[in-house]
Structures are given as structure tokens and as C-alpha cells.
């Protein structure tokens, strides 16, 4: 059985939440592509809200219009980041994925959305937090030995 986004690898290493194994037809491949959120965070996992991988592969597919199953997630906590001479607690969240990031009138769309998620999430300030949007190509992505652009 597949690993589903929820479940964590390890509680000792960065969560990574790996979609579940699957078929995919050319027509399918923008809308099943595999978005990747990276966040780094100066928060000790500790101080992460319960469950807060699993609510973050949620809002994703949730605001990305991707299947759940195939958002991959990966959390870095305790990082030491430095934002405008602040060490206070911070978050950079990186998203890659195929088809929906392509645009400043997406982006602006994706970012209210994760910025009140993350906001209301970790009772952060809007300051304390930056997204970056990197969209990527079917032939960026391998999967099973291949590329998106070939499923």
C-alpha cells in the first residue's frame, strides 16, 4: 500500500508526504501533476500545530485544484532564519507545480490563500511570511522512470 500525503516518514526528519501510486494519461498529467511545497521554518517542530502536514497537503490541493494524493510535501523546522535583520519566528514556503503558477493574477490568487492559511495556522504576521512560486514544465518533473510529459 502506497503512503498517503498524510502520513510522515519519520518524526525525526522532514515530513514528507509522497503521493500514492497511480496511472496517468497524457490529458490528465497537468491536472495530477505532483505539486511540491517546501517549507522552511524557524519554528522547532515541536511548536507546529498538531497535524499541520496534513492540513497543509489539504489547503494545497484545496487551492491548487490538484488531487490530494498527489501533493508532495516536505517541512524543514528549527532553522535558523534571518528576515530584515529578524530572527523571529519566519516562514519561506517554496511551490512548484505544473499549469497553475504560471500567471501574477494565479499567483496573487494562490498567495491570499496561503498566506491565510499560514497566517491563521501559526498566528504568524503576514510580514514573517514569503511564498515563492515556481512554476514548472511536464519534462521537469521524473516520475517512474520517466517525465510527466511521456504518462
Same mark, same amino acid.
Given at each position: 500500500?502506497?503512503?498517503?500525503?498524510? #502520513? *510522515?516518514?519519520?518524526?525525526?526528519? *522532514?515530513?514528507?508526504? %509522497?503521493?500514492? *501510486?497511480? #496511472?496517468?494519461?497524457?490529458?490528465?498529467?497537468?491536472?495530477?501533476?505532483?505539486?511540491?511545497?517546501?517549507?522552511?521554518?524557524?519554528?522547532?517542530?515541536?511548536? $507546529?500545530?498538531?497535524?499541520?502536514?496534513?492540513?497543509?497537503? %489539504?489547503?494545497?490541493?484545496?487551492? $491548487?485544484?490538484?488531487?490530494?494524493?498527489?501533493?508532495?510535501?516536505?517541512?524543514? %523546522?528549527?532553522?535558523?532564519?534571518?528576515?530584515?535583520?529578524?530572527?523571529? *519566528?519566519?516562514?519561506?514556503?517554496?511551490?512548484?507545480?505544473?499549469?497553475?503558477?504560471?500567471?501574477?493574477?494565479?499567483?496573487?490568487?494562490?498567495?491570499?490563500? $496561503?498566506?491565510?492559511?499560514?497566517?491563521?495556522?501559526?498566528?504568524?504576521?503576514?510580514?514573517?511570511?514569503?511564498?515563492?512560486?515556481?512554476?514548472?514544465?511536464?519534462? #521537469?518533473?521524473?516520475?517512474?522512470?520517466?517525465?510527466?510529459?511521456?504518462?
Amino acid at each position: 500500500m502506497g503512503r498517503t500525503c498524510a #502520513q *510522515p516518514i519519520s518524526n525525526s526528519h *522532514p515530513v514528507l508526504c %509522497s503521493p500514492a *501510486p497511480c #496511472q496517468l494519461s497524457a490529458e490528465l498529467a497537468i491536472k495530477a501533476d505532483m505539486p511540491f511545497l517546501e517549507l522552511d521554518t524557524s519554528f522547532p517542530e515541536k511548536d $507546529l500545530p498538531e497535524g499541520f502536514a496534513e492540513s497543509l497537503c %489539504s489547503a494545497a490541493a484545496s487551492i $491548487l485544484d490538484k488531487p490530494r494524493e498527489r501533493v508532495l510535501i516536505v517541512i524543514r %523546522s528549527g532553522l535558523t532564519m534571518l528576515m530584515g535583520g529578524s530572527f523571529a *519566528p519566519f516562514v519561506l514556503l517554496n511551490v512548484s507545480a505544473i499549469g497553475v503558477l504560471g500567471t501574477a493574477e494565479q499567483n496573487k490568487e494562490h498567495s491570499a490563500k $496561503l498566506f491565510d492559511f499560514l497566517t491563521k495556522e501559526l498566528s504568524l504576521e503576514p510580514d514573517r511570511i514569503r511564498i515563492r512560486f515556481l512554476p514548472v514544465e511536464p519534462w #521537469q518533473i521524473g516520475v517512474k522512470g520517466t517525465v510527466m510529459t511521456y504518462l
